[in-house]
């Protein structure tokens, strides 16, 4: 099994900078484990791709109820 110490570094790095920018544009923010349930009760999903800047996965209902809010027709 590839990995180590400084992939798991890489990835701990990763997600506190990813949490850095959330709680610094003022939303509640945390660390979760395991992606069994990862959705579940939660608004949305970050992921860092390796060597690629962060994304956010949600669920289609809330994005379309995000773009309602902000006018946001197509």
């Keep these: ?3 180590g ?3 798991r570094r890489k990835g701990n790095r990763a997600e506190r900078e990813v949490l850095k920018l959330l709680k610094e544009a003022g939303l509640e923010a945390r660390r979760r484990f395991g992606l069994e ?6 608004g ?3 992921l ?3 060597r690629r800047p962060p994304i956010a ?3 289609l209902e809330r994005l379309l109820a ?3 809010r902000v ?3 197509a």
Excluded: Y
């Design 57 to 59: 996965v949600l669920p």
């Design 66 to 68: 995000l773009l309602t």
């Design 5 to 7: 110490k400084a992939p």
């Design 48 to 50: 860092r791709p390796d």
């Design 37 to 42: 349930g990862w959705l579940e009760g939660r």
């Design 71 to 73: 006018g946001g027709g």
């Design 44 to 46: 949305l999903l970050v």
């Design 1 to 3: 099994m590839p990995g």
